[in-house]
């Protein structure tokens, strides 16, 4: 980050020799103060000309600093007026020469008309990033009460979440609490500003930053941003030193598990929920779900202790049970009911149900490669329309959504439980709980955002969420027990929750999980306090609403969800009332529901 106007193209040489990829340049020189209310006019250029480095130097090497002189939230209306003409001429600048992003000079605390002046230019340039630079601590005043974050937060509600918007972050020599730094992890941080003067000096005499600056930066290593070196070599004669170490630091960040590397592709990736009613699944689809190492371990777990408990049943241990696997898929939950067979000594039949023809194709061939003739027997049809000879002992679905019910396991299982033998049959699981929480996340509103329509906003999404903070803790929302045995059926749902923020945040959704119970004590869930650890087959549900809220310290997000149910669908609604009263989103399934 260069803050005086050397020669660009030492700077350019100096890039490779430094092994850096870009370097933020002054537009115009810092001290080129210009008063626009003289109306004398000057021959001089007010900057150096385009033609100093080439256009593919301009718009792949150089980020444009803005001059550090603009006080936009100045007392003063002659200091402002030139300030937002200066912004407004260095801007243009920047988009004639191609430069990719901008960087702005540090706001004051309370920046209103600095935040209408860069949305007024953004709304005008729209191939420029505009990136405002943010101290974690503010320098000047470091026991200040104002937080930084709500500095950009009210720079970015001004400019409505504007996506060519983000933070250049800028380290300071004192640290917030670690509860800060997972905030700022859920925004659009692009850039990490590290002075030189934050540096240590090793017993080597090589420069190195303390422990808990390393783990800052190992928090946004995972959000590939990009980091930039200011001020002046405090070690050396150059920067290498400083790069170099950077390099080490990232080389040496923590790696990742075998679940989070599985995972990484799907970091804040807006996926819709699979409606397996309506469709049928690809191969590749099986595939991903029969890689999962827990929960086909925890499936086979829960048959072998339900044979357990129904062998102990009195003149029953010699019987042969009957197992019902509906939505058999390619035959994982077969091949874990027999092993559970086997381990608990049992004899048992399974059934292999499935309404996709391309499913059963694979799961006749199985019957005759994996010796299952015999054992088992496999049906191709909607378990809602199949009507067996004989009646089950246990049920067997993995039916479950990312919120539970979601993708209709209620309405399968239902139409299901008229195989299980009346009093004795298991269903496997016998029940599972939805919950959601309120989250942050800038990354996620502006992926929604992009489609630019309400329709996009009333969908629930399925998302391994990286890039952002839960804000209070889960609620539980409702739950289905199988067999049901209510007279008569209804699945509509409705809950009301209130969860308690404990400091400044900008809700932008909910997270939805689930939690069910196999069988007695065993369990899979995807509910943050009792995770299945390891298990990937599921990732959490994303409820957006279309404004994101601010949330003040101390205050109460009051939230209503309802599941609602007609004869040929199943969709949900929601809405935030308090702080702020919002729309009502997904009313009647307009924009998004699942099909019966």
């Known amino acids: 980050l260069q803050t005086c106007v050397p020669d660009a193209h030492t700077v350019m040489d100096a890039l490779r020799g430094n092994e850096m990829h870009f370097a933020v340049l002054p537009l115009v020189h810092p001290r080129a103060r210009r008063e626009f209310a003289n109306k004398t006019v000057r021959d001089e250029p007010f900057t150096r000309s385009d033609l100093t480095l080439s256009s593919h130097a301009w718009s792949t090497n150089v980020v444009g600093a803005l001059s550090p002189w603009l006080n936009l939230d100045s007392p003063c209306a002659r200091v402002r007026t030139d300030s937002e003409k200066a912004l407004k001429q260095e801007v243009m600048w920047a988009q004639h020469i191609s430069c990719p992003a901008v960087l702005t000079p540090i706001p004051a605390k309370k920046c209103p008309n600095f ?23 503010w320098t000047d005043d470091p026991e200040a009460s104002s937080d930084p974050w709500e500095t950009w937060n009210d720079v970015r509600s001004v400019c409505e979440h504007h996506a060519c918007l983000s933070v250049a972050l800028e380290l300071t020599s004192d640290l917030p609490d670690q509860d800060t730094v997972e905030q700022w992890g859920a925004e659009q941080v692009k850039m990490i500003i590290v002075p030189t003067s934050i540096f240590l000096t090793n017993a080597s005499g090589f420069p190195v930053l303390s422990k808990r600056h390393q783990a800052i930066l190992n928090v946004f290593f995972a959000r590939n941003v990009d980091l930039v070196l200011s001020g002046r070599p405090r070690h050396q004669s150059d920067m290498l030193v400083y790069t170099q170490y950077l390099q080490h630091l990232y080389q040496n960040r923590p790696q990742l598990s075998d679940s989070e590397a599985f995972e990484q592709p799907y970091w804040d990736y807006l996926q819709i929920p699979l409606q397996p009613l309506a469709d049928n699944l690809e191969s590749q689809t099986y595939e ?9 371990v925890n499936y086979q777990e829960a048959v ?5 408990d129904l062998m102990a049943q009195p003149g029953r241990k010699e019987e042969r049970f009957v197992i019902m696997v ?5 035959g994982p939950l077969v091949r874990a009911s027999l092993q559970a067979a086997e381990q608990a ?4 039949f399974c059934y ?13 061939n199985m019957r005759l490669t994996e010796g299952w003739v015999g054992k088992v027997e496999v049906v191709h049809s909607d378990m809602r329309a199949f009507h067996p000879d004989v009646l089950a002992d246990i049920l067997v679905s993995e039916l479950l959504g990312s919120f539970g019910d979601n993708e209709l ?3 399968c299982l239902d139409g299901a439980q008229s195989f299980l033998k009346p009093g004795t049959g298991v269903s496997i699981p016998q029940s599972y709980t939805s919950a959601m929480a309120p989250i942050s996340s800038a990354k996620l509103h502006q992926e929604v955002k992009s489609y630019n329509d309400v329709k996009h906003f009333e969908t629930t999404y399925v998302v391994k969420m990286h890039a952002h903070r839960v804000l209070s803790r889960p609620q539980d929302c409702w739950t289905f027990d199988h067999p049901n045995h209510e007279t008569p059926i209804d699945n509509a749902r409705y809950s009301v929750h209130r969860f308690p923020i404990t400091r400044s945040s900008c809700l932008t959704g909910f997270a939805g999980y689930f939690d069910a119970k196999l069988y007695g004590d065993v369990h899979i869930s995807i509910h943050p306090e009792t995770f299945s650890t390891g298990m990937f087959s599921w990732f959490p549900l994303l409820i957006p609403i279309r404004t994101p809220i601010y949330l003040p310290a101390g205050c109460e997000v009051e939230a209503h969800i309802w599941r609602r149910v007609e004869d040929k669908k199943v969709w949900y609604e929601w809405v935030v009332t308090s702080p702020s009263v919002g729309p009502l989103n997904n009313l009647n399934g307009r924009s998004f529901s699942i099909g019966l």
């Open 115 to 137: 935040a209408r002046a860069l949305y007024s230019n953004l709304t005008g340039y729209t191939n420029t990033q505009f990136m405002v630079r943010i101290p974690l601590v």
């Open 288 to 296: 991903v779900f029969e890689r999962d190492p827990v929960k086909y």
């Open 304 to 308: 072998r202790l339900c044979l357990l």
């Open 326 to 330: 509906v939505g058999a898929g390619r």
């Open 345 to 348: 000594g049992a004899n048992v």
């Open 352 to 364: 292999a149900l499935d309404k996709n023809p391309n499913a059963v194709v694979t799961l006749r």
């Open 409 to 411: 396991s209620p309405e």
